[in-house]
């Protein structure tokens, strides 16, 4: 039987340290970290995701703003919102909560944020220095996944590492970072061989099977299950999907646990790493504003 990563008590212990960071940096610089959330119409999943982000902010001693806007917003009036908040000198983290509404050019928005304000990692310019292995800032679902490899010692250097989906939010810079030679935590935990899966990947039972660590982030409810995994694989189910019961992961989490060696829960997994490292980011941009 698996043992269970604990996402939601690495999350916890790293946002304790973070706040100490916080502390520190706001005694020497006198500036309070912002973050700045930009909300469009009244999407419930992205209320709720918003407001937890607002309150781990608090928790750490981040400062946090809220920009609603309505779900007819037009494009240019979200630019014009966008950056006013890039020249705020007290805003240092802008994050725009997805997804937007389907009449709203998405890439257009997110290109506009200030890439030194740019907490998700999404800007070009980020994505570039992340793959030159010079971040300005991690992306914070797959930093999560480092921190949680590096908080049970699970190295990743020399491992084949599967990862099953290609987003620009997941999968692409999860992969960018695994095959990196030092990496943002060390050479333990870069320094992969790394496959990548997809839709178009056709049958991927072989390739699986090969995974000593297989990260899943597909969107599609508990499709990986135990018997395509090799035994003792370490499984990190990034997924997070809706179903009549409640919320599962993209693994069948009661097959997997049979096989792996250790498995996140969802909830309870992934999902709380990612709000922390967001906090992280934050304190990284107003670093970078003030220099310290
Ligand atoms: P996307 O829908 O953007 O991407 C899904 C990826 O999975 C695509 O690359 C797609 O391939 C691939 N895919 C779809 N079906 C299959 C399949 N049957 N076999 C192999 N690959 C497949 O999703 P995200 O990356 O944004 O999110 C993935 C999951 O992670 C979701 O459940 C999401 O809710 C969750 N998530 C969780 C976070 C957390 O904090 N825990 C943060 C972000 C996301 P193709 O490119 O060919 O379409």
Redesign the pocket.
């Known amino acids: 039987m698996a043992i269970i990563l604990d996402g939601k008590k690495t999350a916890n212990q790293f946002r304790e340290t973070l706040a100490r960071q916080v502390a520190d940096f706001a005694a020497e610089t006198a500036v309070i970290p912002c973050l700045a959330a930009v909300l469009v119409g009244d999407d419930p999943a992205s209320q709720v995701y918003v407001r937890n982000k607002q309150s781990a902010c608090s928790q750490a001693g981040i400062a946090s703003r809220l920009l609603r806007l309505p779900a007819g917003v037009l494009q240019t009036e979200l630019l014009d919102e966008i950056e006013r908040l890039n020249h705020d000198p007290a805003v240092h983290g802008i994050l725009v909560q997805l997804p937007l509404p389907g009449h709203l050019n998405t890439q257009q928005i997110l290109d506009a944020v200030d890439p030194s304000k740019d907490v998700d990692c999404f800007h070009p310019d980020n994505v570039g220095r992340l793959v030159q292995e010079r971040p300005r800032f991690l992306p914070c679902?797959p930093h999560?996944v480092l921190q949680l490899l590096q908080a049970y010692q699970l190295k990743t250097a020399g491992k084949h590492v599967v990862v099953?989906?290609?987003?620009e939010?997941?999968?692409k810079p999860m992969a960018a970072l695994l095959m990196q030679k030092n990496g943002p935590l060390g050479a333990d935990y870069a320094n992969a061989m790394v496959t990548v899966?997809?839709?178009?990947?056709g049958d991927?039972s072989n390739i699986l099977r090969q995974a000593d660590i297989l990260i899943a982030?597909?969107?599609?409810p508990q499709?990986i299950r135990g018997e395509q995994l090799r035994p003792g694989a370490v499984v990190i189910d990034?997924?997070?999907?809706r179903i009549a019961t409640g919320l599962v992961g993209?693994v069948d989490f009661e097959s997997c646990a049979e096989v792996a060696s250790a498995i996140t829960p969802v909830p309870g997994?992934?999902?709380p790493l990612?709000v922390a490292m967001l906090l992280d980011n934050t304190l990284r941009a107003a670093r970078l504003r003030t220099k310290h």
């Open positions: 679902t999560g099953v989906g290609r987003s939010i997941v999968g899966c997809h839709s178009r990947s991927t982030a597909i969107g599609q499709c990034v997924g997070i999907n993209d997994g992934i999902g990612t």
